[in-house]
DNA sequence: AACTGATCCAACCGCCTTAAG
DNA sequence: CCTTAAGGCGGTTGGATCAGT
């Protein structure tokens, strides 16, 4: 039997919604079937996350979200789903579905007066390799980690995210902060054999670096 | 009112990575 | 090692809606 595609009807995002709320997130392969849903695990799983989840943020951007997406994208280059990690109650979609529209209407974020042709800028694009969480990962023991789970769990960021003038310490915090920015510090220093330490320190300075360039442009 | 092009956004597709057997 | 299943991601599509004529 086919498995259904297009539009989610209410009767399947109540199915859904039930069995999540019931049994969690995860075991994607199992949903469709004691959900008792005619979809494929990709389906589910992508309604879930882009729409039934809790505390999903509808409606346009806030000039803040914006600002950090941009520094984000410019840093990160197309991973839409780090991205949309650092703007709660984003998902990936709605990020690359914004900025794809944001480039069709060929309109830069960088440029503010109207009629001007779209700079191309040259983007700093750090690239952390991609990793899957596993429990062999200590990272997911640590209390770091732990209370990043959590605070996107209960959404905890503040209302009005950091503001644009003093942006510039809310950003290095956030960025310093970031597991992801641990685990590429982590290569760095299994590439170059130096400790953690001395690379931490180091992407540390540039990224330092970085963001003060960012704001002087 | 009817048509048309632009825009939005939910959903699909294909590929990659990882873990397990 | 090799294979396979599953999770996850980014790129793309297509239907719905909006705005302009």
């Not at 803040?64 to 789903?81: C, P, Q, T, Y």
């Not at 309109?107 to 700079?119: A, I, L, M, Q, R």
């Not at 996107?152 to 003093?166: D, F, G, K, L």
Request: charged share 30%; with cysteine.
């Amino acid at each position: 039997m086919e498995v259904r595609k297009g539009a989610w009807t209410k009767e399947e995002d109540h199915l859904l919604r039930n069995y999540i709320e019931k049994h969690g997130e995860g075991r994607w392969h199992k949903v469709p079937l004691e959900a008792g849903l005619n979809r494929c695990r990709k389906s589910c799983r992508m309604r879930w996350l882009n729409y039934l989840k809790p505390n999903i943020k509808r409606g346009d951007f806030a000039e803040d979200e914006v600002d950090l997406m941009i520094r984000l994208r410019k840093l990160l280059g197309n991973r839409w789903s780090l991205i949309a990690g650092r703007l709660p109650g984003r998902t990936s979609n709605d990020v690359k579905n914004y900025w794809s529209a944001r480039r069709r209407r060929k309109t830069d974020f960088g440029v503010t007066k109207d009629n001007e042709p779209p700079k191309i800028t040259k983007a700093t694009i750090i690239r952390p390799r991609p990793r899957t969480f596993t429990k062999s990962l200590h990272h997911l023991s640590t209390e770091a980690a732990t209370s990043m789970h959590s605070s996107e769990q209960n959404n905890s960021w503040p209302s009005s995210s950091p503001p644009i003038e003093n942006g510039i310490d809310e950003w290095k915090t956030l960025m310093l902060e970031d597991v992801f920015t641990n685990f590429w510090v982590e290569d760095v220093a299994s590439l170059t054999g130096t400790g953690v330490n001395s690379a931490e320190q180091g992407f540390e300075m540039d990224l330092w670096h970085f963001i003060q360039e960012e704001a002087r442009q």
